[in-house]
């Protein structure tokens, strides 16, 4: 394996899929590995994309607009670019993000039906046109993931309490991508424990590296 090359991964996947837990341990194998490991999330990352992300998952905010929310998951990211993954990337870290604009494509640009046009150009305003190098998306079933979800946080997640229709949009959204771009964009299937999931990841991760 490569060291001291700045990488740039992203993990998507739907919520309750398990790609935060897949990442935390994807990174703690790179560190020990000998690389440096930054690993942040979306919405969120800093703190100001932290207050952003309350006002997005609160539930009580149902009367947001498709394109106030997609405007405020851009703010939250370029802030995340500047703040943390530049920087990061300029001084040859791994940068591992838990969702990028994989994710605005999938909900905001199919889920909401906003198109894949607009959500690719705040992403060239916002981002600079940054883009990951491999992006690993665990694929799960929907009841599954959904069911893990809302187990997390019953009640409290405003994305989560969208109708079965909108993630299964969101998901087709995700297999599109893995068609046009296979080099990049990995599907990984994220059923099982854990350490198997772990595995797959590896396995594709590491190729990625080497």
Same mark, same amino acid.
């Not at 800093?46 to 851009?74: C, P, V, W």
């Not at 300029?90 to 906003?114: C, H, I, K, P």
């Not at 109708?163 to 299937?189: N, Q």
């Given at each position: 394996?490569?060291?001291?090359?700045?990488?740039?991964?992203?993990?998507?996947?739907?919520?309750?899929?398990?790609?935060?837990?897949?990442?935390? &341990?994807?990174?703690?194998?790179?560190?020990?590995?000998?690389?440096?490991?930054?690993?942040?999330?979306?919405?969120? /990352?800093?703190? $100001? /994309?932290?207050? $952003?992300?309350?006002?997005? &998952?609160?539930?009580?905010?149902?009367?947001?607009?498709?394109?106030?929310?997609?405007?405020?998951?851009?703010?939250?990211?370029?802030?995340?670019?500047?703040? &943390? $993954?530049?920087?990061? &990337?300029?001084? *040859?870290?791994?940068?591992?993000?838990? =969702?990028?604009?994989?994710?605005?494509?999938?909900?905001?640009?199919?889920?909401?039906?906003?198109?894949?046009?607009?959500?690719?150009?705040?992403?060239?305003?916002?981002?600079? *046109?940054?883009?990951?190098?491999?992006?690993?998306?665990?694929?799960?079933?929907?009841?599954?993931?959904?069911?893990?979800?809302?187990? =997390?946080?019953?009640?409290?997640? =405003?994305?989560?309490?969208?109708?079965?229709?909108?993630?299964?949009?969101?998901?087709?959204?995700?297999?599109?991508?893995?068609?046009?771009?296979?080099?990049?964009?990995?599907?990984?299937? /994220? %059923?099982?424990?854990?350490?198997?999931?772990?595995?797959?990841?590896?396995?594709?991760? %590491?190729?990625?590296?080497?």
């Amino acid at each position: 394996m490569t060291r001291g090359r700045a990488v740039f991964i992203t993990f998507e996947g739907a919520d309750g899929s398990g790609k935060t837990t897949q990442l935390r &341990l994807l990174a703690e194998r790179l560190h020990g590995a000998g690389r440096e490991v930054l690993a942040t999330s979306e919405p969120g /990352g800093t703190e $100001i /994309g932290n207050q $952003i992300r309350k006002i997005l &998952l609160d539930a009580a905010n149902h009367r947001m607009s498709a394109k106030a929310e997609l405007l405020l998951y851009f703010a939250a990211r370029a802030q995340n670019v500047n703040e &943390l $993954i530049l920087p990061a &990337l300029e001084r *040859g870290a791994t940068v591992l993000s838990d =969702r990028f604009t994989d994710s605005t494509l999938a909900y905001q640009g199919a889920g909401r039906g906003l198109g894949r046009g607009v959500v690719m150009e705040l992403h060239r305003i916002a981002c600079g *046109g940054l883009l990951p190098a491999l992006t690993v998306c665990l694929d799960i079933d929907l009841d599954t993931a959904l069911a893990r979800a809302r187990a =997390r946080h019953p009640g409290a997640d =405003r994305m989560d309490e969208q109708h079965s229709e909108f993630h299964e949009k969101v998901r087709r959204e995700y297999r599109k991508i893995a068609t046009a771009e296979p080099a990049r964009f990995r599907l990984v299937d /994220g %059923s099982g424990d854990g350490e198997t999931v772990a595995g797959r990841v590896w396995d594709v991760v %590491s190729e990625f590296l080497d």
